[in-house]
């Protein structure tokens, strides 16, 4: 029998939730407990209704801490929700729902099932940090190669294990300091994916990488195939002192980990991460780092009330405000400059004033339509003499700008994002080295 923990409210008449509870013990479950989410219509002032099992109200703790906690104490293998609207609404039911997958257990009721991730462990005795996103472009690659850099200078001797939509059929192990234009151009000549994010990884943070793909991605972030855990175990074998997953779009790596760092753009909807089954990847996380926070971009002035929602669910403490500054990889300075970029026109402006006064170069054309063939194309063809192509290794970089630039005699240094804070308050350094700290605890318990 199914071990079940059965969700109960005060609209419907004790004696019908009694029948129905009865009704799932003759359908297999082993009901363990019930927890009554709220709803009086139907019971005197404080009851708490005979329903042939032991009901636990929702207290003081509300609603996510409550059915937490049973949770917690019961043990179920799945959750059957019996109450309905208006006690649990559409937007109360998933967050219902988040802390549900998040302890692994399934959630249920008369025509819905949702399943948690299936995720294979982390490898013994290997401390394992995932960098996991919103969604698309929000910066998981930059946070995760900080991350990389950070363990690296303390002798962690880290491997990332970065899953993207254009990833290699099989594992692919790019050494720590052996990526290069030429092999770029090698693995875009022959049909590959030359801008996979594994492949950023390695250039930008220097340590070992090892590219993975995914397809599809489900409601709380479960990829439909995915050949992570193999690129996991391939890690593994190399028994690197901390083990860098790098989630995909809005995906989540199949394999657990020991701490979670959640991306999310400053754009990023609220909803995101508090309706649907965003708070799913709250629950997963231990830091979040808002990024491309100076960005002024739609969605921007809500700025203020996603970082506020953000630290009443992680703690002021592990939230970090950030933005991205554009970082060349090799010195241009005194050269004139064509940058191609995936930001947008407003943001690449900013960038393109940013790498001058930073970096002393002089931009004499740029590009924000990087994951854009044909404009990039068009953009690159009209544009004036320039003796270095910048650009991040995104998109169409190797196969269209690279590719163009070096047939015009141009040199390509590649840029990295690299974040910077924009508020007061938590240091990044201090965030991740504290992240990575609490990995290495977690992952050595294990």
Known sequence: ??????????EHYPPVTRDAIAAARARGRDVVGAVLVGGIEKLAAGEVPDLGVAVRPIGAEGLEGGLAA?????RPETVLDLSDEPVLGYRERMRVAAVVLARGVIYEGPDFRLEPPREEPAPAGVPTLAVIGTGKRTGKTAIGGEVARRAATVGLDPIVVAMGRGGPPEPQVVEAGSMSLERLFEL???????????LEDALTSGVTTIGARRAGGGLAGAPYVSNVPAAV????????????????????????????ILVVPAHCPLEYVSGYLGPYRLLRADLAVVTMAGNPVPGFEDLSALTSHLRRALGDAQVVITDFVPTPLADVRGRDAFLATTASGVVAARQVQYVEAEHGCRVVGWSARLADRAGLAEDLDAAPGYE?????????????????????GADVVFVDNRAVV??????????????IELATTRGSAR
């Open 233 to 260: 175990r391939l890690a593994a074998e190399r028994r690197p002192g901390l083990l860098v997953l790098e989630g995909s779009g809005a995906a989540l790596p199949p394999v657990t980990w020991d701490v979670g």
């Open 422 to 435: 924009t508020e007061g308050g938590t240091d990044l350094a201090t965030a991740l080295d504290g992240a």
């Open 188 to 198: 875009a000549r022959s049909g590959r994916h030359a801008a996979s994010d594994y």
């Open 70 to 74: 049973a949770l917690d104490d019961l």
């Open 388 to 408: 270095v192509l910048l650009t991040e290794l995104k998109a169409a970089a190797v196969d269209v700008a690279c590719e163009r630039a070096v047939a015009r």
């Open 1 to 10: 029998m199914t071990r079940t923990l059965v969700l109960v409210d005060g």
